[in-house]
């Protein structure tokens, strides 16, 4: 069975935790053969190895303000090869491609509307362990030309991650200037509040400058999440805080 999309995306995006390696521009080559003429952005590939768990958190906030009728491919799975299933989400006229792993969950959270389908539909070659280039690139490009295959409309609340908390305080994702990006959605906590990171208490600033230098704190983040940054540093070093680290909202 193939569904007809009425309203096909207009650009694919990849998310991935590939790192510098081949995958991502095999990705990219697949879909310049099987969707000719569809721009493909490389949104970002570094995100943490095998953990949808915190890749999960930032999905709504690099989305968030990004032109709609996007279609979003997300590859952390680590569960490759396996039986896992493999998912397809409309949410606000963009699209988004996953392995049912919880990757999409703190987004569908944010979205009641939102509609979930199972995809079955395998290709014919199809290796063990790369299925980015092998079938999210390959679905990618049927859903670009308007078809969704083989789909199976499935409730939010079936998915993997289904009761995962809507935010995390983690740190979610490391940057190339060592800032500490968390789970937490800044709308979530008052300027007042301070972050422990690290043993420290760490308060607010608006952005860098606003602080002296070598200082850590916290700030609303471009993406609308709490980041935790060192002026003129990196807040990793200082702090010694990797990705899955913990980070507590002390009471105010």
Do not use: K
């Not at 699209?95 to 509609?115: C, H, I, K, T």
């Amino acid at each position: 069975m193939m569904q007809t999309v009425n309203v096909p995306p207009r650009r694919i995006a990849l998310i991935t935790d590939f790192g510098g390696g081949p995958y991502v521009g095999q990705m990219e080559l697949r879909l310049s053969e099987q969707a000719p003429g569809a721009p493909v952005i490389r949104l970002i590939s570094d995100l943490p190895p095998w953990r949808p768990d915190l890749a999960a958190y930032l999905l709504p906030g690099l989305r968030r303000g990004m032109p709609v009728h996007t279609l979003y491919v997300c590859v952390v799975d680590p569960g490759v090869g396996s039986d896992r299933a493999v998912l397809a989400v409309r949410s606000n006229g963009d699209w988004l491609l996953a392995p049912d792993n919880g990757l999409l969950v703190p987004l569908l959270q944010r979205d009641p509307d939102a509609e979930v389908w199972r995809i079955h539909w395998r290709p014919q070659h199809l290796s063990a362990s790369f299925h980015g280039r092998d079938l999210f690139a390959p679905l990618a490009a049927r859903l670009y030309a308007g078809e969704l295959p083989q789909p199976e409309p499935c409730d939010i609340g079936a998915l993997v991650g289904a009761d995962w908390p809507e935010q995390r305080q983690a740190i979610c994702h490391v940057d190339d200037f060592g800032n500490l990006i968390t789970g937490i959605e800044a709308d979530s906590l008052p300027d007042q509040a301070r972050l422990i990171a690290s043993g420290r208490r760490l308060a607010a600033a608006r952005t860098f400058s606003d602080v002296a230098s070598g200082e850590a704190f916290w700030y609303r983040n471009a993406f609308e999440l709490v980041e935790i940054a060192v002026n003129q540093g990196r807040a990793d070093a200082v702090l010694g805080l990797a990705a899955g680290d913990q980070v507590a909202v002390e009471s105010v």
